[in-house]
Each structure stands twice: as C-alpha cells, then as structure tokens.
C-alpha cells in the first residue's frame, strides 16, 4: 500500500544505489526511463519478486530510434550503422569521424535516438551520448552526399581508432596484489599502476580573470582568433612531444583537443556573445562551460569524462585572453605524491615524473585521458579518491598503491619497510613502465632489467 514519504506524497519504490564513481550511472538512467513509463511504474509497484525490479534498472538500453522522431527533420540521404567500438562515440573516434566529415562540402548530422548532432561539430557529437554499440543515422545534404555517407559509414564500421582498440581501456591491475598496511587510508579507483613513498603537496591552479564587455567587437573578434591560432600551435608541440615519448596512439588526446578548437558550433556561439557586446574571454569562457555542462550531464560514464578535456582546452585559450593572470607555482624541491581535485590532460603531460611519483585526485575515473597519460608517464595514479584526499595536511608523508587504489596516510616505519621491500623488489616499479614500451622494445628492455637486477643483488 506504500508509506508516507513526504506530506501528501506516498512512496512504494525506494532505490538505494551504493557503488564506487560512475558505476551507477547506467541505474540511473534506466530509472529515469521507468519514471516516464506509467505502465512500468504501476507494474513494479505491484510485482512480488524483487528481481523483476534488477532486470529492469540493469537491462541495456534500447538503442532503435523510434519512427516518430525519425523522419520530420532527417535529411532525403541517411544510412543507419552500429558503432563497432568498445566504448561509443567519444573524444577520440569522434574527432576522427569530424576529420572524414570535414573532408565534404556536404552538411553531415548524426542522430541518435531523437538526439541530433552536427557531424562536422565534435561537443555536438559527444552530446549525443552514443555509447558502445549505439545505433546511430548518418544523414548528409549536398554535392558529395553519397560519397560522405560511404567514408562514415565504412569509418564507423571499422571503428574509427577507438581507444580501447589502442589499450586506452581501463588498465589491468595484473598479478600485482593491492597493498595491505595498518595505516590509516583513502580510498579511491587504481588508475595507473605502481608504488611511490613521498610528502603530499597540493596542485594549484592559476586564477584567470577575464572582463566582461569591450567596445570593439571587431578587436575582440580578432583577438579570439589569435588565441585559437596560438593555442592549436601549442597543442601541436604538445602532441609531438607525447608522441616523441609516449607513442601516436596516447599522443592522439591532443589531436581532439585541437579539433575542438575548429568546433563550428563552439566558435560561432563565442562569436555572437562577441557581438553582443562581451570581451573575447568572456564570450569563450561562457561559451565553452555552456557545452561542458551538457557533455558532464550525460549518462554514459566515459562520455562524461570528456567534459576535463573540453574543459582543459577551454581554459588553454582562456589564458592567452585573460587580462590577469595570477600564477601558482607547479614546480617542487623533492619527489612528491600531487593531490588535486582534478588535473586536465595538459597538466599531467606537463608533469616530471622525476619530481611527481604519484597521482591522486578527487575526482575523475580510470579511462579518463588524464589516467591514460599518467599510465603513460609510468606515474602511479588513483582517482575518484573523494574530497576528503583535498583537506590533507601539505607535507603529510604518504604512500600511494596505484595497484590496489588506496593512499595511506602518515604511516608506520613498518608500514614504510614494507612499502620499500615492494618498491626494491622492483616487481611494481618495472610493471608501470614496462606497459608504455612499444613492442619493438620491449623484450630489449626486459632483458635489461633482468640485467640490472642481477647487478643489483650481487652488490647487495
């Protein structure tokens, strides 16, 4: 008969969700579904078997687009194609389905469901919240609609350089165990592997302030361009330098971010903020935090993630616009574990791995572009640690296990020779490294190993 909830409201489902970062997401969606189906929702008020309410918030989510909404603004030439990929349509075969849809003068759009985005526009795409195994209708307008509609969808089939299929999946903690120390913790999700022993220091950003009106829109207009300029120059250097370190595939981050700053839609909202009389930087800033929202909002959990590298793009530009620029010092004396509520991809490419041996963020999750380049780097790393990790004492020496995703706080001189006797038997140390090497490589550099650890304990 259900109970009293509120007054003048009865309740005969209540839902808790107990899981760790994004895992509820898809439980969430599914229940909002079942909160716009009145059938569904008088049928599990009334069901007696408490696995007809599972198998309705853990079903897939029906991917066919419905005739009602298909045909009213859908172009004459469409093709419908499944994504191959592991992980739907985001950052990185999404740029690459924008780099083929930029090569036609046709208009592309992309549908998903009754979501329609610009096919030539990468946050319009992300938008969509098309992930694995989504359907979707390609649609193209113009001279060269055929032969766009043959590129796209013989990209999609194909993948489209998904991630995953280039080991940017979330990472195998292998045959490492996590480490068990009596010290006190924070928990949090492994997301690169490897052990570090150091003194926390807290990352800080640097504050931009931007005016909000200027009396030349033609300047400012201007101004916009020249920081789009500068800004796709520095990402190339930093693309060419992951690359040059890290290899094309994790390098490949930085080829969305540029592309964001080509997005049609992006530029042309910032432009008619301009014209309306705001400054460049706040017309970009306005613009840019419109469509991270939008893209955090979504329900897929790895689309979501997205959102940090709008974001990090957005305030690239943003600090070639600022009208003050107040700097925080980034750089350390001695090796450190950095603690920060989030870093962008750009933050973390920066980093020395001499001088940060360990990552640990509040937010953010394991296939993050921020994970995937501290993978990358060979720098232990923890997400998702919650904002207890923010309210840690600078200087607190810890230990960061990215295996088992736990930072112990202040722990014992036992604590501390365990840690050692793990890190010296060079097992966890080799294993974080080792993951980045490129294949040609790799046994080289085992054989070396193996090498210096004979050395090692002959001097021993």
Not at 48 to 77: N, S, Y
Not at 333 to 338: G, K
Request: glycine share 6%; hydrophobic share 45%; net charge negative.
């Amino acid at each position: 008969a259900g109970v009293t909830w509120n007054q003048g409201e009865t309740v005969y489902l209540v839902v808790a969700i107990a899981a760790r970062s994004d895992e509820h997401i898809e439980i969430l969606a599914n229940l909002t579904d079942v909160l716009d189906d009145p059938d569904t929702v008088q049928r599990l008020a009334k069901t007696t078997d408490p696995l007809d309410i599972v198998a309705r918030l853990t079903q897939a989510r029906g991917e066919t687009v419905p005739e009602a909404v298909r045909a009213e603004d859908d172009f004459e030439k469409w093709v419908d194609v499944a994504l191959t990929g592991g992980a739907g349509l985001h950052a990185r075969p999404a740029t690459a389905f924008v780099e083929i849809a930029k090569q036609f003068q046709a208009e592309i759009r992309v549908r998903h469901i009754s979501k329609v985005a610009n096919g030539k526009s990468l946050v319009s795409l992300l938008k969509l919240g098309a992930d694995k195994q989504a359907s979707i209708r390609i649609m193209a307008r113009g001279d060269d609609a055929d032969a766009a509609l043959q590129a796209l969808a013989a990209a999609v089939r194909h993948g489209l350089e998904d991630e995953a299929e280039a080991g940017h999946g979330v990472p195998d903690a292998g045959s490492e165990a996590a480490l068990r120390l009596a010290s006190p913790s924070i928990a949090g999700i492994a997301a690169a592997p490897g052990l570090a022993i150091g003194p926390l220091r807290h990352f800080r950003r640097e504050k931009i302030v931007v005016a909000a009106t200027a009396k030349d829109a033609t300047q400012e207009a201007t101004r916009l361009d020249q920081a789009i300029a500068t800004a796709r120059l520095q990402l190339r250097e930093l693309h060419d330098e992951v690359k040059a370190r890290s290899g094309a595939a994790r390098a490949a981050i930085f080829r969305a971010h540029e592309e964001f700053l080509e997005d049609p839609d992006l530029i042309d909202a910032t432009r008619r903020c301009i014209q309306s009389g705001h400054s460049a930087g706040w017309a970009w800033r306005e613009s840019v935090e419109a469509r991270v929202k939008e893209v955090a909002a979504l329900n897929d959990a790895l689309l979501k993630e997205r959102a940090v590298d709008l974001q990090d793009v957005g305030r690239r530009v943003l600090r070639l616009l600022a009208d003050t620029l107040e700097e925080e010092p980034v750089s350390f004396d001695v090796p450190v574990i950095l603690v920060a509520e989030d870093l962008s991809p750009s933050d973390t490419a920066r980093l020395d791995p001499a001088r940060i041996i360990g990552i640990c963020t509040a937010g953010g999750g394991p296939t993050s572009h921020t994970a995937i380049i501290a993978r990358s780097l060979g720098i232990p790393a923890i997400v998702g640690a919650g904002p207890a990790v923010l309210h840690q004492v600078e200087g607190t020496q810890c230990v960061l296990d990215g295996n088992g995703g736990n930072l112990f706080l202040a722990p014992t001189e036992a604590d501390l020779a365990a840690c050692r006797a793990a890190i010296r038997s060079g097992s966890r140390t080799f294993h974080a490294a080792s993951m980045i090497l490129p294949s040609r490589v790799r046994e080289p550099a085992l054989a070396l190993y193996a090498f210096c650890r004979a050395a090692d304990d002959a001097i021993d």
